[in-house]
């Protein structure tokens, strides 16, 4: 079975700060990861994914995210940190190596960022 | 060009009622994904389905839960009997295909309140 975790329920960081979102999974196979994010009321907006190659993957918005393998983590990242990006991010993941259900996302429980101007 | 749509995107109903919620892929997407998000929790994964495969219904938490999709359009999920622990939004997605690297996109989701 495939699992994501965001340790994190929430982030504060300042306006201008670097801002870090953590993600750990657990797949028995090979995982494609994807990044969310959810404004209120507002449905799910793709940033990025990770699917193979370059571990560094750049998204919308200026966020990137780093894949590592050994530490099984995804972790989101921007360099400087906006009022506008306080949303609710999800970290998700797919088991590609599971068979049938691998066109299930399964995502993580979502951590409240807040950047404070 | 559009991107996924959802309808009512809010619905109250009583316990004991039936209710429909609509969606609409983006248009050439073969695969489409209904989720379920209870408050403050992630989104939880209740059917998929792909052309004219038939559906994967593995995450349906109850038979008073169905769903239908016409071809590759239209998608229609149903609660019967609605109890109180079905409110949460309903999200549904849809995907170029259903390859493991497609991206799924999302619409705005639709909040069932049962009362």
């Known amino acids: 079975a495939q699992s994501v975790a965001q340790p994190e329920d929430q982030v504060n960081v300042a306006e201008g700060n670097p801002l870090t979102v953590k993600c750990t999974y657990s797949?028995?196979?090979?995982?494609?990861l994807f990044w969310y994010v959810q404004y209120p009321n507002r449905g799910l907006q793709f940033l990025l994914k990770?699917?193979?190659?370059?571990?560094l993957v750049k998204g919308s918005y200026g966020f990137e995210a780093e894949f590592n393998k050994s530490q099984t983590s995804f972790h989101l990242k921007k360099p400087s940190a906006l009022v506008s990006d306080s949303a609710l991010y999800f970290c998700?993941?797919?088991?590609?190596?599971?068979?049938?259900?691998?066109?299930?996302?399964?995502f993580g429980k979502g951590t409240k960022l807040s950047v404070i101007p | 060009g559009a991107g996924v749509s959802q309808s009512p995107s809010n619905k109250v109903t009583e316990k004991g009622k039936d209710v429909e919620l609509r969606c609409d892929p983006i248009?050439?997407?073969?695969?489409l994904y209904w989720y379920r998000q209870r408050l403050g929790q992630g989104l939880e994964f209740l059917i998929y389905?792909?052309?004219?495969?038939?559906?994967?219904k593995s995450g349906l938490p109850s038979d008073r839960f169905s769903a239908e999709r016409t071809g590759e359009s239209v998608s229609t999920l149903t609660i019967q009997r609605t109890q109180q622990e079905d409110s949460a939004v309903y999200l549904c997605?849809?995907?170029?295909?259903?390859?493991?690297?497609?991206?799924?996109?999302f619409g705005p989701g639709t909040r069932l309140t049962v009362l």
């Open positions: 997605a849809s995907s170029l295909a259903g390859g493991f690297a497609d991206t799924q996109y």
């Open positions: 990770y699917i193979t190659g370059d571990n």
């Open positions: 389905f792909q052309g004219n495969s038939a559906p994967d």
């Open positions: 248009s050439g997407h073969t695969a």
């Open positions: 998700a993941v797919r088991d590609i190596d599971s068979g049938a259900g691998s066109y299930q996302l399964t």
């Open positions: 797949v028995s196979g090979n995982p494609y």
